[in-house]
Nanobody, 122 residues
């Protein structure tokens, strides 16, 4: 049984930082492409960042230079460090896992497993 559990969200002022964590069980981050998606009311779900099995990373343009995705293979964890947060970064952030390599962040349809999400409010 695969489960992804996110944590680290919260309310922060513009310019602040947060680090989101994703703790998968039932899968290894070494074997999956992992990503963070976000969605806010009235907007479509958006891929924010992804890290592939080969550690290649990809970001949506609006977060480049501010966000960093990483994984700790020993702890089987995925992180999203978010700096210089802006009001437009507000949303529910969900961790996702895809069994195969994705190009860039990939589409949400490519990700089989999803967490429940953690809310970020800026």
């Amino acid at each position: 049984h695969v489960q992804l559990v996110e944590s680290g969200g919260g309310s922060v002022e513009a310019g602040g930082s947060l680090r989101l964590s994703c703790a998968p069980s039932g899968l290894s981050v070494s074997d999956f492409s992992m990503a963070w998606f976000r969605q806010s009311p009235g907007k479509e779900r958006e891929g924010v960042a992804a890290i592939r099995r080969d550690d290649l990373t990809a970001y949506t343009d609006s977060v480049k230079g501010r966000f960093a995705i990483s994984k700790d293979k020993a702890k089987n964890m995925v992180y999203l460090q978010m700096n210089d947060l802006k009001p437009e970064d507000t949303g529910m952030y969900r961790c996702a896992a895809a069994r195969w390599a994705v190009i860039g962040i990939g589409g949400d349809y490519e990700y089989k497993y999803w967490g429940q999400g953690t809310q970020v409010t800026v």
